[in-house]
């Protein structure tokens, strides 16, 4: 790629990059400076570079690229003696930590003299130094920033760029200033904790003993203590004022723990801690933009599902995600702390949570499905640092807006791929009519920015879809506005909202299919016992009847009357389902689901029943299609603006398979036969992925489920508990 590379300074950093392009044959001559000899010696010994120089001017001839990788109080000497020489068409380059003195002393130097330089900084370092630590793998997968200057032209910045890329490096491109400050605060300030813990507990007089009894975290936290002295003593120096400003606010921080530990505020510290505890995964998830849960972490997550088997045991799926989501959202308004149990811990649920953390609740857990909430009242949410991002989750962005429409502060929601492409204008709309201020992206899909300090005032609402999103939207407006606030739905829609508002003592009357509430009441705290779900148990009914010679209990599940439509839709369709020890808990009906091999038989399904299963279609479209005769289903256009158009892909992916299917615009028929193996797609969506997983029990050969890592959202166990009655699917490479 280049002629000659000179690398001025052989430590670790130089060396490394000189190593691994001369690893890689990307250089016809490496040649290497540096002011101490051995270095030099062991530099060409270690087959670091081709060969040393002592002497700049004799290095630089020729030179195609040249790299400073000296310390950066010595970049300003060093600048000023390549002024002297001439360069010819030479890129400059360098790995500084800090540039914006770097910048200066290169525009002090060659102020009238021209130059190609491309400042740049790779993320790699270690508490090792010196060419004998120089590793030509160091940079893979690191990234590396350029901050590109007057000083450099395009072709350089390129260049420079190519020869990170064949290192292996991510690199990004960002100005001057900017880098400064985001380093000062994630490298610059660490290690100036870690110097500073260990240098005060070795001052100590009691230094042995600290140090003796240390633990994994002391080391753990103290591990860039090793690092090298003059190096960063250098990068302070230079980054001088952007360190002051992060360490200022830091202490600002550190100050408020401080007076929270000597008054014993408890919550105080609580909310710092389990704050942090989730912050690192949750900002690195965000950033490589998937949801939550780290199991399933490729998008290209494939399932492969292999044929036949049958189903028996008894197994209870989590808890219900519905009932969950509210859960954290009325506990963070109650007054008092709320206790929930069997929290569902996929990652839906748990962007309502990382939600409600960043407006100043405080929440532990979830820890084995128990959630405690810290609730602050109806008006003590406090405005989020940041935009509010909720993965996958249309429930938590549809439900938050309603109650973010009527806070005195600005938020921003946003989501994943999915999400982004989901209707908004379905809640955005009715909350405006309620004088919410609301800017949606184009053509009403998500981002939504929430404007604050609105007075927002109650009406009539006739929906004009069942939703319960959008009901739970307006009713929890509706706590906020003046006068009263109700909505009437054209079909009953799942009613947790309504139940729940009611279990932490708000009034909420219902008649008929209009729910109302009012403002002025408060919220109590309680103790919430969530069922187990019963859209992620209707993926074992299905597996039960479609299934030979089986049997299999469900526990705990969830039957309030407005979520059991898959139950009277595979009844219909001659499926063996019995209730077995009906109870209440918590205010929610709850019931062990018995599900039995059964011939399943096509049938027009009931369009009231339609809201009563609307998650429930793609299993149901599985049953359908093993069934003996048509299965017709109408009024069901909601599918198509889920997490997928679930009608389109459960159609492309059972026609793959070979059955008999024609989509509608609100619905599909289905013709009953065989279904074979092949290639299908979830597209992201949870519920398509577990459905052709359960298609596998009647499929003549093997069935690979593309982009499953969605599962996650709504069911992180369900590989788990497939495995345990008997379905044959994994995750391919393991499978
Ligand atoms: O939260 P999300 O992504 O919208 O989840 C889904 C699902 O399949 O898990 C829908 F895609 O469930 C919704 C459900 O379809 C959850 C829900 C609720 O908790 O209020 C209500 C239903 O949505 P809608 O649009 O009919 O109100």
Redesign the pocket.
Known sequence: MIGRLVVIGLGLIGGSFAKGLRERGLCREVVGVDLDPESRRLAVELGVVDRCEEDLATACQGADVIQLAVPILAMEKLLAELVKLNLGEAILTDVGSAKGNVLRAARLAFADKPVRFVPGHPIAGSEQSGVEAANGQLFRRHKVILTPCELGDDAALQLVSKLWVELGADVECMDVEHHDQVLAATSHLPHLLAFTLVDSLAKRSENLEIFRYAAGGFRDFTRIAGSDPVMWHDIFLANREAVLRTLDVFRGDLDALRDAVDAGDGHQLLGVFTRARVAREHFGKILARRAYVDAMHSNDLVFLANPGGKVSGRIRVPGD??IS?RSIMLGSLAEGVTQVEGFLEGE?ALATIQAFRDMGVVIEGPHHGRVTVHGVGLNGLQAPAGPLYMG?????M??LSGLLSAQSFDTTLTGDAS?SK?PMNRVAKPLRAMGAVIETGPEGRPPLTIRGGQRLTGMDYEMPM???????CLLLAGLYAAGHTSVTEPAP??D??ERMLQGFGYPVSVEGSTATVEAGHKLTATHIEVPADI?SAAFFLVAGSIAQDSELVLEHVGINPTRTGIIDILRLMGGDITLENQREVGGEPVADIRVRSAQLKGIDIPEDLV?LA??EFPVLFVAASVAEGRTVLRGAE?LRV??SDRIQVMADGLLALGAKVEPTPDGIIIEGGALGGGEVWAHGD??IAMSFSIASLRATAPIRIHDCANVA??FPNFLALSEQVGIRVAVESQA
């Not at 996958?392 to 938590?396: A, K």
């Open positions: 995600k519905s989501h839906d996958n989750s249309g429930t938590s549809r439900l999400l989901r069942a939703s319960a999103q959008v009901k739970s829609t799942r947790h909202t859209s809201p609307i998650d909601e889920k997490e949870h519920r959202t709504s």
